[in-house]
């Protein structure tokens, strides 16, 4: 089966610059994740969705990050206006409803200059 | 809160030596337990899992066990690679708001040489 996908692997930006990065989870995986993975860290959980509904979303910077999953499929994740801190490796997940495995794309690495 | 604590890299092994990478947590209830590998440039796999005290994960000749009494889900392998040379991150599965939500570790370097 097809993994999960994201898009675009690579993005150079400078602050104040707004970015959107685009997810595509596995087919029938109605729970979605985004984490934010900077560099020599592990993954931190930035926002969780169940269907098009937000379960979790206590991590997520609000007043600059914003994400949607308008039909329950295809997610995005909007950071308006970036900056030099948001330089990082955005994962997209997926897993089944009520499963504690999750499965991983490749991430978009973000550069803010 | 929910924490995991792993050794620091990067580790460094002649191929075919013995691996381990020790791992640690703090959580309430019981959490499944997991190890994720990543490559360069590549996302997260799954390598193994656990979901209850005493279980055993495996895949790829990689195994590890969870420990209630020491709080550990440590990751070892008889005999390491080349191509095991990559980023290996010890994770939790705690509930919040109704989801399952991933803590991770900093993640292990580990570098086979020939």
């Known amino acids: 089966e097809a993994g999960v996908a994201q898009s675009p692997r690579y993005k150079i930006i400078e602050k104040r610059q707004s970015v959107a990065f685009w997810c595509n989870p596995i087919?029938?995986?109605?729970?979605l994740y985004w984490y934010q993975q900077i560099l020599g860290q592990g993954p931190k959980l930035l926002i969780q969705?169940?269907?098009?509904?937000?379960?979790?979303d206590s991590q997520l910077p609000k007043d600059r990050f914003s994400a949607e999953r308008l039909k329950g499929v295809d997610s995005t994740l909007k950071i308006q206006p970036a900056k030099l801190e948001d330089s990082a490796v955005y994962l997209c997940?997926?897993?089944?409803?009520?499963?504690?495995?999750?499965?991983f794309g490749p991430g978009t690495r973000l550069t803010v200059l | 809160g929910d924490s995991v604590t792993q050794m620091e890299g990067p580790v460094t092994l002649s191929e075919e030596a013995f691996l381990t990478i020790n791992c640690t947590y703090t959580a309430t209830g019981y959490p499944s337990l997991f190890w994720y590998v990543q490559y360069p440039g590549e996302g997260l796999q799954l390598l193994l899992k656990?979901?209850?005290?005493?279980d055993k994960g495996s895949n790829k000749g990689f195994e590890a066990t969870y420990r209630k009494e020491t709080t550990s889900f440590h990751l070892e392998k008889g005999s390491v690679q080349v191509s095991d040379s990559a980023v290996y991150f010890c994770a939790l599965s705690g509930l919040t708001g109704g989801g399952n939500k991933l803590t991770f570790g900093t993640g292990t370097q580990l570098k086979v040489e020939l």
């Open positions: 087919s029938g995986h109605a729970t």
């Open positions: 656990a979901t209850k005290a005493d």
């Open positions: 969705f169940q269907n098009n509904g937000v379960v979790d």
């Open positions: 997940a997926s897993s089944w409803q009520g499963s504690d495995t999750q499965y």
